[in-house]
């Protein structure tokens, strides 16, 4: 373990990180090593070569992927550096691993954490993603082609707040500084009250249809996604 890292709560990383060399050595295909090393994981933060890592947004939220970053980092050499950028970029394991062993290899309370994720992060992203593409559509289909802003007027069609007034109320919500710098870890964080924002601010029958909004524009990119990777693997006959 570095000797800049801090933690918080019961220090198990060095019991993590020793599981997941001994698991790669001993044989099982990496996505399950990783997986049962998080399961062993309960420091919620640490700070490590003087960056700080959160792995619960909002104490709710389990960032694995952030997580499965820093693991990833103590084992360089032992995955395929392609499989790596596939998982940490787009959240997918190679596709031999069996995805329905997720919740049996992660154990109850952080598989919850991986769903609140999925949703209140990586949906959530999706359905600003989802809104955007429809308001670009739309000025296309009017003649409209230089026009900027989508992501800035797609959450007012969301949330019915500008995306600078959430920033502002999420900001003090926090007790952050207003005019402070955006972070990833803060994006992730905001994303994830933006979710919490709207499911208590919209009806049951709103909510459902932002949420299969989201769902429906990750499952159009997870499949853009296999179709290029599908097409890059295709070698032209000399």
């Known amino acids: 373990m570095d000797s800049n890292s801090t933690t918080n709560g ?4 060095r019991l993590a990180v020793d599981h997941l060399k001994a698991a790669l050595a001993e044989g099982p295909d990496w996505p399950e090593a990783l997986l049962t090393a998080m399961a062993l994981w309960t420091a919620p ?3 490590r070569k003087k960056r700080k890592y959160n792995y619960f947004i909002a104490g709710e939220a389990f960032d694995w992927l952030l997580l499965a970053e820093r693991l990833l980092d103590e084992i360089r050499g032992s995955v395929p550096p392609d499989e790596i ?6 959240g997918r394991f190679p596709i031999r691993f069996d995805t329905e062993r ?14 609140n994720y999925h949703y209140g992060v990586t949906v959530e992203e999706a359905l600003q993603l989802a809104c955007e593409l429809e308001l670009r559509k739309r000025d296309t289909s009017n003649g409209v082609k230089y026009r900027n802003g989508y992501s800035e ?15 502002c109320m999420f900001r003090e919500s926090e007790t952050l500084d207003p005019e402070g710098e955006s972070s990833m870890a803060e994006h992730r964080a905001f994303t994830y009250w933006l979710f919490k924002y709207r ?27 296999r179709r290029h990777k599908r097409n890059d693997a295709i070698t032209v006959p000399r």
């Open 85 to 90: 950028e596939t998982l940490l970029f787009e």
């Open 199 to 225: 499911w208590a601010n919209s009806d049951k029958a709103r909510i459902a249809s932002d949420t299969t909004k989201g769902l429906r524009q990750l499952e159009r990119m997870e499949n853009a996604s």
């Open 45 to 47: 933060s640490e700070v």
């Open 10 to 13: 019961d220090d198990t990383r």
């Open 153 to 167: 007027q797609a959450f007012p069609l969301i949330y019915r707040k500008s995306r600078e007034e959430l920033l």
């Open 102 to 115: 997720i919740p049996e290899l992660l154990g109850g309370d952080k598989y919850r954490g991986y769903l």
